[in-house]
């Protein structure tokens, strides 16, 4: 079985201020972790994946997101937090041969200026 | 270009109705995805094809039933549907079926009278 966790529910941050969203993960094998942001009433955007290579995996919109073997986490991480940053953020992994995405519950940013 | 197209954008229906939700890609993807979303909820998945052909059905209610025309479309066929079933229906492609990044369209959103 293959799990993804995002620990908190909403993450509130001040704009300009460093913005974190956590998750942990439990896939078998090399898993492969994907980071997704939803505006409201639309799809889910792709931000960045990590597949092997260096822990630290940049993305779009200046987001990066640091894999942790040893803690099982892959965290997304932007140095300045914009106003427009505010939506919802999935994390997904994937198994090896599992054919399927497990998403975590989901985390709502809120970026206040 | 990492653009799939979803019809219609929003739609009503009673609980007799027959309707169809369409997607396209064209970005080349021979894995294609519907899932289901509730407010502030992750999606779930409900099928996946590759190639063409149905690979997963997450035990979806008969009520539901995909069609894959060809490599580009992917139809949803909806009959006799529930009130529960209101959502946003959320159609992805991917290179292939495994480990692969999920690009997903901005959903229909159904209201089921």
């Known amino acids: 079985a293959q799990s993804v966790a995002q620990p908190e529910d909403q993450v509130n941050v001040a704009e300009g201020n460093p913005l974190t969203v956590k998750c942990t993960y439990s896939?078998?094998?090399?898993?492969?972790l994907f980071w997704y942001v939803q505006y409201p009433n639309r799809g889910l955007q792709f931000l960045l994946k990590?597949?092997?290579?260096?822990?630290l995996v940049k993305g779009s919109y200046g987001f990066e997101a640091e894999f942790n073997k040893s803690q099982t986490s892959f965290h997304l991480k932007k140095p300045s937090a914009l106003v427009s940053d505010s939506a919802l953020y999935f994390c997904?992994?994937?198994?090896?041969?599992?054919?399927?995405?497990?998403f975590g519950k989901g985390n709502q940013v809120v970026v206040i200026p | 270009d990492t653009e799939v197209t979803q019809t219609p954008k929003h739609l009503v229906m009673g609980m007799t109705n027959k309707k169809s939700l369409k997607c396209e890609q064209h970005?080349?993807?021979?894995?294609m995805y519907w899932y289901k979303q509730k407010a502030k909820k992750p999606p779930e998945l409900m099928f996946v094809?590759?190639?063409?052909?149905?690979?997963i059905n997450e035990s979806v209610p008969s009520r539901f039933s995909p069609e894959c025309p060809n490599s580009s479309l992917l139809n949803l066929h909806l009959h006799a549907l529930q009130p529960e079933d209101s959502a946003l229906y959320l159609c992805?492609?991917?290179?292939?079926?495994?480990?692969?990044?999920?690009?997903f369209g901005p959903g229909t959103r159904l209201l089921v009278l």
């Open positions: 992805a492609s991917s290179q292939e079926i495994n480990q692969e990044t999920q690009y």
């Open positions: 997904a992994g994937e198994g090896h041969r599992n054919n399927r995405l497990a």
């Open positions: 990590y597949i092997t290579g260096d822990n």
């Open positions: 094809y590759s190639y063409e052909k149905l690979s």
């Open positions: 970005m080349g993807h021979r894995a």
């Open positions: 896939v078998s094998g090399n898993p492969y």
